[in-house]
């Protein structure tokens, strides 16, 4: 069965603290994406991973392919990055995204 | 213009009216999604296409759902016959290729069902 699993849910931290958010795959995947949605916001692409890291200012994703993980990393958080992390992915031979439950991050000042 | 652009962005209907719901991808886009977000929820995947073609439609709830993009371009997505249930945000995106590009995402139609 092709799943997403997310953790932590919610995660609250205090302003400049370093924030890890976990996501796990079942079966083999051609890509995984990372979005952050603000509280009543649209949906904005982070990462597209396909293997390896990649970094954005202060936002660092990695993927484990053999571990079928992934994390997404935030330096020196704010209380701007406060938002809904979500990871979706796809899975081998379909095309669809399948998404995590998210993760609610709540960056306090 | 350059994003993703959907409309209407608010639609309130009654219950058993049909609903139409427009999504302008970014130009030359191959591939476009829909997806539904219920309030506190994840997005949930309905239907896609790669140009003209629906590839996947497992996601659509039931038949009063369909989708089309008949030129390969804009897309539609309609429900018929509303119901309360279907009250939900309708989000749109689109990516250059198939298996990989980045997503962009449209600012959703939120539909409300009276």
């Known amino acids: 069965k092709n799943e997403v699993e997310q953790s932590p849910q919610n995660l609250t931290a205090q302003e400049g603290e370093f924030i890890t958010i976990n996501c796990s795959y079942s079966v083999g995947i051609s890509a995984l994406h990372w979005l952050q949605q603000h509280p009543g916001g649209g949906i904005v692409s982070l990462f597209m991973?396909?293997?390896g890291k990649k970094k954005h200012g202060r936002l660092i994703a990695t993927i484990n392919i053999q571990e079928k993980h992934s994390s997404l990393h935030i330096t020196a958080s704010h209380p701007r990055d406060s938002a809904v992390y979500i990871c979706a992915v796809r899975f081998i031979g379909n095309e669809k995204l399948t998404f995590g439950t998210g993760t609610r991050l709540t960056i306090i000042p | 213009g350059a994003g993703v652009s959907q409309s209407p962005r608010y639609k309130v209907t009654k219950r058993g009216q049909d609903v139409a719901l427009r999504c302008d991808p970014i130009?030359?886009?191959?591939?476009l999604y829909w997806y539904r977000q219920a309030l506190g929820q994840g997005p949930e995947f309905l239907t896609y296409f790669n140009y003209e073609a629906q590839q996947d439609k497992s996601g659509l709830p039931n038949d009063r759902f369909s989708a089309e993009r008949p030129e390969g371009s804009i897309s539609t997505l309609t429900i018929q016959r509303t119901e309360q249930r279907d009250s939900a945000m309708y989000r749109c995106a689109s990516s250059l290729g198939r298996y990989t590009g980045e997503l962009f995402f449209g600012e959703g139609s939120r539909l409300t069902v009276l």
């Open positions: 130009s030359g886009h191959v591939s």
């Open positions: 991973l396909s293997s």
